[in-house]
């Protein structure tokens, strides 16, 4: 088979540049200690219910200005009694699924994270004003989705 001059090149140029990409993403996806966003907790999906702290859901406070709040998601909603935590202070949300992937997330603000079964997924947030906020699945889970949801009550 002949190949042309300049397709030869052309050749050439493509494997190279192929490879420099693939090395850049390789470096890239493992030298940075990169995590999935919410962290690196895993979590036995089966056996949420009794694990810390899921086995209690909802609100508890760990000082006088951190308080953790614990949720479970699940086909179709979170469970979470009475969710009601203080404006100004540091809320630290824990959220895991016990069967597909869902979201965790509070309309007007900057909590969105994606809740995976396995994971246990974390994120801080303060809220500044007191109000009762929307929690919502933007992650479709399923036929009852749309009905994924939820309130959380700052004060
Ligand atoms: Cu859960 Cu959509």
Request: glycine share 8%; hydrophobic share 40%; charged share 15%.
């Amino acid at each position: 088979m002949h190949l042309h001059k300049y397709e030869k090149i052309w050749l050439v140029f493509g494997i190279i540049a192929l490879a420099i990409f693939l090395g850049v993403v390789g470096v890239s996806a493992f030298s940075h200690d990169h995590t999935p966003a919410g962290g690196m907790h895993t979590i036995d999906p089966e056996k949420v219910n009794e694990t810390a702290p899921f086995d209690k859901p909802g609100v508890t406070q760990i000082d006088d200005d951190t308080y953790q709040v614990a949720i479970v998601a699940m086909a179709f909603g979170y469970t979470a009694p009475e969710l009601k935590v203080p404006a100004g202070k540091e809320i630290i949300f824990h959220v895991t699924s016990t069967d597909v992937v869902h979201s965790f997330t509070i309309d007007n603000t900057k909590v969105n994270m994606m809740v995976v079964p396995g994971q246990i997924t974390t994120k801080s947030y303060t809220f500044d004003k007191p109000g009762k906020y929307l929690i919502l699945c933007n992650e479709y889970c399923g036929t009852g989705h749309h009905m994924m949801f939820n309130e959380i009550e700052v004060y």
